[in-house]
Structures are given as C-alpha cells and as structure tokens.
C-alpha cells in the first residue's frame, strides 16, 4: 500500500474486478481525507472525502474506509474498468487547509 | 465554465533564468496553492496563500516566490535559486472561506531547465 515517503506501488486489476487501493496516513491528528486521481500529464482530480467521524463514505463506484486505530486509509473501486487506469493519491490534513499527500499507487486496468 | 487555468502547459528555460507560472481560477475561492510534482513522489508544498495579500511558505518554498494581489490569481516565479527546478508545477485552490474543503486543481505546467 501507499504510504508518504515510500515508491510509488503499483497495482493491476481484470476489467469488471473490484480494485482495492491502500494508504497509511502519518499524523494522527489529522482528521480530514481526500481521495485523488491523476491521469498521466493532468492536474489530479477529487473523487472522494471523508472526515475523521466517520469510518466509511460511499459515492459512485467507490468507498473510502477510514481505519483511524491503524492509521488507514482506503479506496475501493467497484467493476473497475479501464479509465480507472491512473494514479491515485491519498491526502491528509488536520487543519483543513494544508493537506500533506502521498506518494500514489500506479492502477492498471487490464481489459 | 467555472474553473482553475494554468498557463503555459510546458515552458522552457534556460539556467540562471527566472520564470513565472500563470495560476487563474474563476470559482471564488480564498485560498489557493502551489505544489511541486516530481517522477514517482507525491505532491509537495510550495507556497499556500488563504487570503488577498497574504501568503506563506510550505515545505519547500526555497527558490520560489509568489505573490497575491487579486483573489483570482496567484503567479508563481521560479527564481535562478531553485537548484532544480525541472519538474511538473500544480496550482490548486479552495473555498468558500477557510476549513475542510476539497482543494480543486488546474492542468499544471510542465518546467524544463534546458
């Protein structure tokens, strides 16, 4: 899984599979995530937040579990198909304006 | 349409040249930012400004200046300081006012140092 500091991971995936991708966030006191995709050449685009009281947040196709005990962070990609092929970075922040991001997980989606 | 620019997508300078990096964003936000991308690594912070004429450094302002005159815009020179500047620049922003809010991104643009 994707951590700050560590290489970028990667991960591949069936088309039509469900896609996990995992970060561990450092601070403990942060209390606000985003979820962030980037295609290759683009500005990183949201697609999910959650905030520190809740362990789980749903939208369209995906889910941010929030493990606050562990310090984890993950994002789960329903029927993954292969414009989800990108890299996906967590972001965490504990004051609302700063945000401190990951290193990303590289995802490829294989037809 | 509603939305953060950047300009230009790809610049080239030569060494010892300063260059600014064009941020414009339409959606009314207060605060606005400038991250750093290099091959394989996150984002990294480079200047943040949260109000008109107000701004401060982040993790690796060294080498850079930016400056806050308008609420819409939020330039970035990358100074003959900055050891290596080669890289691709984010500009970012969010609001309404201060707190938890989503921070949007422009397209970045692409810095050669030839």
């Known amino acids: 899984g994707e951590s700050v500091g560590l290489h970028l991971p990667t991960l591949s995936v069936q088309e039509g599979d469900n896609s996990i991708i995992n970060c561990a966030y450092s601070?403990?006191?942060?209390?606000?995530f985003i979820w962030y995709k980037q295609e290759s050449g683009k500005g990183p685009q949201f697609i999910i937040d959650i905030r520190s009281n809740m362990d789980k947040r749903q939208g369209q196709r995906v889910t941010v579990l929030l493990n606050k005990t562990v310090k984890h962070l993950s994002l789960q990609i329903a029927a993954t198909q292969p414009g989800d092929s990108a890299v996906y970075f967590c972001a965490e922040s504990y004051t609302g304006n700063q945000f401190y991001f990951g290193t990303g997980t590289s995802l490829t989606v294989i037809p | 349409d509603g939305g953060i620019t950047q300009s230009p997508k790809y610049l080239f300078r030569k060494e010892g040249q300063n260059v600014t990096l064009s941020c414009e964003q339409n959606l009314n936000h207060d605060a606005m930012y400038w991250y750093r991308q290099d091959p394989g690594q996150g984002l990294r912070l480079i200047y943040y400004?949260?109000?008109?004429?107000?701004?401060q450094k982040g993790d690796i302002a060294e080498g850079y200046s930016v400056s806050r005159e308008k609420k819409e815009s939020f330039p970035l020179t990358v100074t003959s300081a900055q050891k290596n500047p080669t890289a691709f620049y984010l500009c970012a922003s969010s609001g309404p006012g201060q707190g938890y809010n989503e921070q949007f991104f422009g397209p970045g643009t692409r810095l050669t140092v030839l």
């Open positions: 601070n403990s006191a942060s209390d606000y």
């Open positions: 400004s949260q109000i008109v004429n107000d701004f």
